[in-house]
């Protein structure tokens, strides 16, 4: 069954520090791959999606990840955290279901 | 432009009544999705429909109920079955299931019992 795995419930950066966060999927064949950011009580969305023409992608915000099949990772990262990404974030995978991972709260510290 | 519409964005239900949560969308989308947020749960799928006049259920089905009459809208009913109905509810969309176009979320819809 597909599953979709992101480390770390929880994330803390300081304000212009390096923003990681990691999520690894399950699917056997390379599948679609999605990022997406969640603000207080509003719906997701999508930062960048992963459809196998590029293994690194840039998303809005700054944001990028690269899809890395030998570990079956797609991280998210931002080179430089600014207070506005204090969010929480889905990494996503789409093959013959769409599995969401189970997110990651990102604080970000003045 | 276009989007997914939830309505309404708060809701108060007492117990043991059913209530409606609106979902429509005008991006021509033939797939859309009920999903349930749960603090610290992430997102559980209730039901889906790839096309009009069909749907399946996902998840967390009992105690819900959808309909698909038209493309734009898939309603869901929460039911007086559905015994810990307060939640934030999540209506999504996408062009076709399984093709990496992702979907489009709605800002979702806070359902609390009192």
């Known amino acids: 069954a597909q599953s979709v795995t992101q480390l770390g419930s929880h994330v803390s950066v300081s304000e212009g520090a390096l923003v990681l966060l990691r999520c690894n999927y399950s699917s056997s064949v390379p599948p679609y791959l999605f990022w997406y950011v969640q603000y207080p009580n509003q719906g997701l969305q999508l930062l960048l999606k992963?459809?196998?023409?590029?293994?690194l992608v840039k998303g809005i915000n700054g944001f990028e990840a690269e899809f890395k099949k030998s570990e079956t990772s797609f991280h998210l990262t931002k080179p430089s955290a600014h207070m506005s990404d204090a969010a929480e974030y889905f990494c996503a995978e789409e093959g013959q279901n769409f599995v969401f991972g189970p997110g990651t709260r990102l604080s970000v510290l003045p | 432009d276009g989007g997914i519409t939830q309505s309404p964005k708060y809701l108060f239900r007492k117990e043991g009544q059913n209530v409606t949560l609106s979902c429509e969308q005008n991006?021509?989308?033939?797939?859309m999705y009920w999903y349930r947020q749960d603090p610290g749960q992430g997102l559980r799928l209730i039901y889906y429909?790839?096309?009009?006049?069909?749907?399946q259920k996902g998840d967390i089905a009992e105690g819900y109920s959808v309909s698909r009459e038209k493309k734009e809208s898939f309603p869901l009913t929460v039911t007086s079955a559905q015994k810990n109905p307060t939640a934030f509810y999540l209506c999504?969309?996408?062009?076709?299931?399984?093709?990496?176009?992702?979907?489009?979320f709605g800002s979702g819809t806070r359902l609390t019992v009192v």
């Open positions: 999504a969309s996408s062009p076709k299931q399984g093709q990496g176009y992702g979907y489009t």
């Open positions: 429909s790839q096309i009009v006049n069909d749907f």
């Open positions: 991006l021509n989308h033939d797939a």
């Open positions: 992963y459809t196998s023409a590029a293994t």
